[in-house]
């Protein structure tokens, strides 16, 4: 049975840092593509970043500078900074290769003062 556990989402403030963490099992972890993914309320789920079995990383713009994303052998983190009341949202684990994707449950990130 494949699973993808996110942990780490809280309420932070603005400017402050969270570590995202990705936690897989039921799958053989290196040869998927992984990637964030956020959706706030009322919003389409966006692509944050995305790292290939190869570490190649790719960040959406609204993150870019701002996020790390990174892996190894059966997790997957994503390292934010400076956070903005922008990033509120729901942040899911994703896994992928050719056709076949499978997502986790989410975790909620919260940034407010």
């Known amino acids: 049975q494949v699973q993808l556990v996110e942990s780490g989402g809280g309420l932070v403030q603005p400017g402050g840092s969270l570590r995202l963490s990705c936690a897989a099992s039921?799958?053989?972890?290196?040869?998927?593509?992984m990637a964030w993914y956020r959706q706030a309320p009322g919003k389409q789920r966006e692509l944050v970043a995305g790292?290939?079995?190869?570490?190649i990383t790719n960040y959406a713009d609204s993150v870019k500078g701002r996020s790390i994303i990174s892996r190894d052998s059966a997790t997957v983190f994503l390292q934010m900074s400076r956070l903005i009341p922008d990033d509120t949202a729901t942040y899911y684990c994703n896994a992928k290769i050719l056709g076949t994707g499978y997502w986790g449950q989410g975790t909620q990130v919260t940034v407010s003062s």
């Open positions: 039921g799958i053989s972890f290196r040869i998927y593509n």
């Open positions: 790292i290939s079995t190869t570490g």
